[in-house]
């Protein structure tokens, strides 16, 4: 945060030292190298020089370079560079013809005339090198601000596809949930108290801990939620088995990733009168996260070898935020089961 509250400083500072180091150089490079005393009309003509350079530089990198090379109009911009070149010949032309600065430089350092009175070698090198640099500059800064805009867009769909993804877990699921709790109350007081805590706590963290990063730990602890919540309702042909293990080392991670493969299973790997199976496993290696789902597989489950609306985008969120650092496979396993495996590399 600092860092970018004193960047505009920073980069001011660079351009003040830049155009110092400039005019350190134009003004006493000559004196302090030959030893010479100049006369005072070639002071004034070397600050009349870094003077212009200055307008030059900005004007081309903050209005010319905007308005012709990035809308991809090159035309107008080697126009402008040819016409300020010609200026500044122009400019050198009077002042020197003026003043006769050439003739007096030459006889101090002992040089002969100066060969073209109508050309100035020096200032077009000036010239040259802060057209370049300027337009370089104003590239560059397009290119930075174009890099951030496009993070911001790939944070925001990011952040977009997060909320759809608290969408998708289906309403009715809460609803179920209340009516199985309200059961409950008339066989089981206490196991409907827990159930009820166990629900409150999921929303709260749907709410208020699912930003932009969670931990590891409460990811998999809002997992646990999630089936125990989907015990309440299964049928008794339904076999659950879930290794979650609770010494679990804590890492940031993206809320909502791991829970529409577990929430698949349940609304893919479920029959309302066949046998179903649903296995869940978190294991950890350092920062090597695998977390392994797999169900039963039904002919006429919506589910294919692509996996549901929550495999889709789980895939593309991993895409964007842990690009390089992940793998998904997904598809009916040898056991003839559905089985999905994804493999995380966390940071701290």
Do not use: C
Request: proline fraction near 4%; hydrophobic fraction near 45%.
């Amino acid at each position: 945060m600092a860092s970018n509250i004193y960047r505009p400083y920073l980069f001011t500072g660079l351009h003040i030292l830049g155009w110092f180091l400039l005019g350190f150089i134009m003004l006493f490079y000559i004196p302090l190298t030959w030893n010479v005393v100049l006369p005072s009309v070639f002071w004034l003509w070397q600050m009349i020089v870094l003077t212009l350079l200055i307008l030059i530089f900005y004007s081309n990198a903050k209005i010319i370079v905007p308005k012709t090379i990035i809308k991809d109009n090159t035309s107008p911009f080697l126009l402008w560079a040819f016409l300020t070149i010609f200026a500044m010949q122009f400019i050198a032309y009077l002042y020197t013809s003026q003043t006769d600065l050439h003739a007096k430089i030459s006889a101090i350092i002992g040089f002969k005339k100066y060969k073209n009175p109508y050309f100035d070698n020096y200032v077009l090198m000036l010239t040259l090198l802060v057209l370049g640099i300027s337009t370089s500059w104003a590239m560059l800064q397009y290119w930075q601000k174009a890099a951030q805009h496009k993070q911001k867009l790939e944070q925001d769909k990011t952040m977009a596809e997060l909320a759809m993804l608290k969408a998708q877990i289906n309403p009715h699921f809460f609803f179920n949930s209340l009516n199985s709790i309200y059961s409950l109350t008339y066989s089981n007081i206490e196991d409907s108290r827990n159930a009820l805590h166990t629900l409150s706590r999921m929303m709260r963290y749907l709410l208020y801990s699912t930003e932009e990063r969670t931990t590891l730990l409460k990811e998999a602890e809002f997992m646990r939620d999630f089936i125990a919540l989907m015990k309440l309702r299964a049928n008794s042909k339904l076999t659950i088995t879930t290794n979650i293990p609770e010494n679990i080392h804590d890492y940031p991670i993206v809320p909502m990733l791991l829970l529409p493969l577990v929430e698949n299973a349940f609304k893919h790997g479920i029959h309302a009168t066949d046998k179903s199976e649903i296995h869940i496993t978190l294991t950890q290696n350092g920062n090597n996260l695998e977390f392994e789902v797999e169900n039963t597989y039904f002919e006429k489950s919506s589910t294919t070898n692509e996996g549901g609306i929550g495999l889709t985008n789980t895939k593309r969120r991993l895409q964007l935020i842990y690009p390089n650092k992940h793998s998904l496979k997904a598809g009916i396993a040898p056991n003839g089961m559905y089985n999905v495996k994804l493999q995380i590399t966390l940071e701290q």
